[in-house]
């Protein structure tokens, strides 16, 4: 798979992180070598297979339906840049 | 009934499918301890998980799993015994981990079906596609700061379900009755409260038009639909705007569109390039969910009586028609009260009752029959002593207006007011006599054929008892004194 500035540019912009235009043509061969990488599974034939979801044969662990956390506002907004009347407050942001 | 759009080059068809959020009625929220309950002060229904703490892992609410499998059985649905939550990833100030719990290629329930109840008193069936399990996100606030938005997480993690329909609906009307049927099943199943103000039932609405027997149009998703009225004006409006935009020229673009209800229009939601490439995968901190059929078995066993058996059943056992079913089983209180007033009683004239009178006074004053002043126990005697013969129809209009008013039972009214229905032949025969007595010109008239007047003397003789004769021993008693010779 070939991996061109664009999507190097996608990608980064879909994970939120800067990328410079400079960094585009460093990253874009290094994305292009780990796709390669991945790509070879393909070439293992996995008909019949379940996707595995876990190398331990665990089931789903369930909670009861009881409240048993929260009512601890200032915990949660400790670690907060910024916050008013127990509200987190950031960059307004209207969609 | 379908509805149909007028446009320049003739008739459309709209075509609808939805997709309703319901927030599971649970303690605590899908994969937290914290409380799920509506409201409470900024920030204070929040564990670490909510918040994405790092290092915190979600574990399922077993009881909102629960939930989710009794709804699909409600929706006549198939239960997958496995499913699987994925991670919708998508950055937004409320949404802190950066992506939704969602299930989405293996939902916890596949196709269903539910039966929807149309104004003009036909039936329908519209299909469902799926249900599935999600977390729902927090709430910002944007008018609090000129510059900054709040951001409270109660409400982030929050258990919903997702119930998507098929594109099966067509117009306002059945979009409504769809959303109407959608919630009472909920209600009855206990699985959601329904309750669209406080957002507990959001409805998104797939709009596309098309002419009739083409192929489906491009849709539109509108959102914040947010009441039954809501959707109706939507449609009106999405459905008109996209016909006008086609035989403008132009072409409809899928897109996000946002009901504004204060304008009364739909508006193209500023989206950004790649706001819909949510990157979904399988969540790695959490393992497929494998239901039993046993468990599956078991909660079929917990299921009321669903609207639609209902409504069959009053059809079937007491004879009523799909009408009168349909409003009594609106809801369960409801159905509850025909019920037990009904019991041992002419079913029909009880239904007439519960719903021309007692349904017509509460929906005047905006009340639900669990605020009846009426009794189902006291409306039953009452219906009882009309076929008794004790009262006639119209001395029960007065009684039931006392009963709203007094809360005294029917029986303590009818003996202190003196309202027992004459059926005394005597004394019926000696009103009667004196009202021919008293309007010589109009019997003379009825024997001369004009068989008319022979209403305004049986009117004359019930007023003259004070409502109280027997309105069939009048007609007869009358019928045979005005047939004796002069």
């Known amino acids: 798979m070939s991996i061109d500035r664009e999507t190097v540019r996608k990608v980064a912009r879909l994970a939120r992180i800067a990328m410079p235009d400079e960094k585009l043509d460093v990253y874009a061969p290094q994305i292009e070598r780990i796709m390669g990488v991945v790509e070879q599974l393909g070439k293992v034939n996995t008909d019949g297979v379940e996707p595995l979801a876990s190398v331990v044969e665990n089931e789903l662990s369930l909670r009861p339906d009881t409240v048993t956390d929260g009512n601890d506002a200032a915990s949660v907004l400790s670690n907060a840049p910024e916050t008013m009347e127990g509200y987190f407050v950031v960059p307004k942001v209207v969609e | ?486």
């Open chain 2, 1 to 486: 009934m379908a509805e149909r759009v007028k446009g320049e080059t003739g008739e459309w068809e709209i075509v609808i499918g939805m997709e309703v959020h319901a927030q599971t009625t649970s303690h605590a929220k899908l994969f937290s301890g914290a409380s799920a309950t509506f409201g409470g002060a900024p920030n204070a229904h929040v564990s670490p998980v909510d918040a994405a703490m790092p290092g915190m892992l979600p574990v399922l609410n077993e009881y909102c799993v629960e939930q989710a499998v009794r709804t699909g059985l409600g929706l006549n649905a198939q239960i997958n015994k496995t499913s699987v939550f994925e991670r919708k990833n998508y950055f937004y100030p409320d949404l802190p981990q950066g992506y939704q719990i969602s299930q989405y290629q293996h939902p916890i329930v596949g196709k269903g079906e539910i039966e929807i109840d149309l104004p003009d008193g036909s039936v329908k069936t519209i299909g469902i596609t799926r249900l599935h399990m999600e977390q729902d996100a927090g709430k910002s606030l944007h008018d609090q700061h000129p510059s900054k938005s709040f951001v409270d997480l109660n409400r982030a993690g929050t258990p919903l379900m997702e119930i998507v329909s098929e594109p099966d609906i067509r117009g306002a009307d059945e979009a409504c009755a769809y959303l109407a049927k959608l919630r009472m099943i909920l209600r009855y199943l206990g699985t959601c409260d329904g309750n669209l103000e406080e957002g507990s039932m959001r409805a998104d609405v797939n709009v596309s038009v098309r002419k009739p027997g083409a192929e489906l149009g491009t849709r539109c998703e509108i959102k914040n639909v947010n009441s039954i009225k809501a959707v109706q004006m939507a449609i009106d409006y999405e459905s008109r705007r996209q016909v006008d935009v086609i035989e403008g020229g132009g072409t409809i673009r899928q897109e996000t569109r946002l009901w504004d209800p204060a304008k009364g229009e739909t508006r193209s939601m500023r989206s950004k390039e790649d706001a819909h490439d949510y990157r979904y995968f399988p969540d790695p901190d959490l393992l497929p969910l494998h239901l039993t059929s046993e468990w599956i078995a078991q909660i079929k066993q917990t299921l009321p009586e669903l609207p639609d058996q209902k409504k069959h059943r009053f059809m079937k056992d007491y004879g009523l028609s799909l009408y009168d079913s349909s409003i009594l089983i609106a809801e369960r209180p409801r159905a509850d009260y025909f019920e037990t007033a009904a019991k041992g009683r002419d079913a029909k004239l009880v239904a007439n009752w519960v719903i021309n009178e007692l349904l017509g006074l509460l929906n005047k004053d905006g009340k639900t029959i669990s605020d009846s002043p009426v009794s189902a126990k006291n409306l039953g005697t009452l219906v009882g002593r009309i076929m008794d013969g004790t009262i006639n129809g119209k001395i029960a209009k007065d009684v039931f207006a006392d009963m709203v008013s007094s809360g005294n039972s029917p029986d303590s009214i009818i003996e202190s007011r003196g309202l027992k229905q004459v059926t005394d032949t005597g004394a019926i025969e000696s009103v009667v006599a004196d009202v021919l007595a008293e309007n010589p010109k109009i019997v003379e008239d009825y024997r001369a054929g004009n068989q008319k007047v022979f209403g305004f003397l049986v009117g004359l003789a019930m007023k003259k008892s004070g409502g109280k004769a027997n309105p069939t021993a009048v007609n007869e008693i009358l019928k045979k004194k005005l047939g004796e010779s002069l």
